[in-house]
Nanobody, 113 residues
């Protein structure tokens, strides 16, 4: 059974940083691309970043380029999203997605003074 468990969300002030983690189980993690998506209230879910099976970044949303970094540790079956210089527009529920077709439950990120 595929499981994706996100953690690391929370409330942060504008300009701050957060690091999200997604622990995966139930599939061969190292064989699939992994992605982070986000969904803000009233908006569609959007791709934030995607990482290849070897760890190289494949995609970043234009809005996060230069501020967010996606990475993975295949030994720990974990994918990360380092988020720097956060703005209120980054407020959303962030979801982990596995190339096998599964989603995590999401973690809330709120950027507010």
């Amino acid at each position: 059974q595929v499981q994706l468990v996100e953690s690391g969300g929370g409330l942060v002030q504008p300009g701050g940083s957060l690091r999200l983690s997604c622990a995966a189980s139930g599939f061969t993690f190292s064989r699939y691309t992994m992605s982070w998506y986000r969904q803000a209230p009233g908006k569609e879910r959007e791709l934030v970043a995607r990482v290849s099976i070897s760890g190289g970044p494949l995609n970043y949303a234009d809005s996060v380029k230069g501020r967010f970094t996606i990475s993975r540790d295949n030994a720990k079956n974990t994918v990360y999203l380092q988020m720097n210089r956060l703005t209120p527009e980054d407020t959303a529920v962030y979801y982990c997605h596995a190339g096998v077709g599964s989603w995590g439950q999401g973690t809330q990120v709120t950027v507010s003074a």
